[in-house]
């Protein structure tokens, strides 16, 4: 399995407190994704980033920021939660989708926002 | 806009008999990615396949990719139950930074 964790593994908030949810990696990949998952969604990508200090927007980024201050981390935060972003979020690595590389996933964390 | 539909949405197999489902994108891509994933837990990589024509088999499936039609199958010979799971195709953007665009998704449950 590649080396990726997630934490927390699972969380219940309350709407309108920040929550960060946290993806570390063993593999020294540079890519780095957050996902969402929903009932009838599939998952959705919410950030990305392709490098240290480097990240761009998905296709549901309202509401989310990230950070990636070093290749093992990268931190997804909602400064306000919702009760929209209760979901099960995933992280996954890659070395690179244009070279044709695998992208493997976490273990999920799963936010409830009340 | 890269849209990657999957159908059918759920597939009820019986045990013992083959079955094909089907993931088709709307914009040109030569690389596509399978997964599976099971109940409560993450996605585990099936099959990537990154070119026309490609064709990838691990035990009892085995997945194309027709690049010309946006098209990709996945075909399963002889169900049996341990392949019950939810099913995803995505599609690599092109781009500098690529990445995934993934369909919903399709639940197969096998019954005897």
């Known amino acids: 399995d590649a080396g990726i964790t997630q934490s927390p593994r699972h969380k219940v908030t309350e709407t309108g407190t920040p929550v960060t949810l946290r993806c570390h990696q063993t593999?020294?990949?540079?890519?780095m994704y957050w996902y969402r998952q929903d009932p009838g969604h599939g998952l959705r990508l919410i950030h990305y980033s392709y490098g240290v200090k480097d990240t761009d927007k998905g296709e549901v980024s309202d509401g989310y920021s990230v950070s990636r201050s070093k290749t093992e981390d990268f931190l997804l935060t909602l400064e306000s939660a919702t009760s929209s972003q209760t979901s099960v979020y995933f992280c996954?690595?890659?070395?690179?989708?244009?070279?044709?590389?695998?992208?493997?996933f976490g273990p999920g964390t799963r936010l409830t926002v009340l | 806009e890269l849209k990657v539909e999957q159908n059918p949405l759920f597939l009820s197999m019986q045990e013992g008999k083959n079955y094909t489902i089907y993931c088709n994108y709307s914009t040109t891509s030569d690389r596509l990615y399978w997964y599976r994933q099971d109940p409560g837990k993450s996605l585990e990589s099936l099959f990537v396949?990154?070119?026309?024509?490609a064709v990838k088999q691990e035990g009892r499936l085995m997945a194309s990719l027709d690049t010309k039609a946006r098209l990709s199958t996945l075909h399963i010979t002889a169900a049996v139950h341990d392949l019950s799971a939810t099913y995803f195709c995505a599609v690599a953007n092109t781009g500098a930074n690529s990445k995934l665009t993934f369909g919903k998704g399709i639940t197969l449950s096998v019954r005897p």
């Open positions: 396949l990154l070119s026309n024509g």
């Open positions: 996954a690595i890659s070395e690179s989708i244009n070279r044709g590389a695998e992208q493997f």
């Open positions: 593999e020294n990949h540079r890519y």
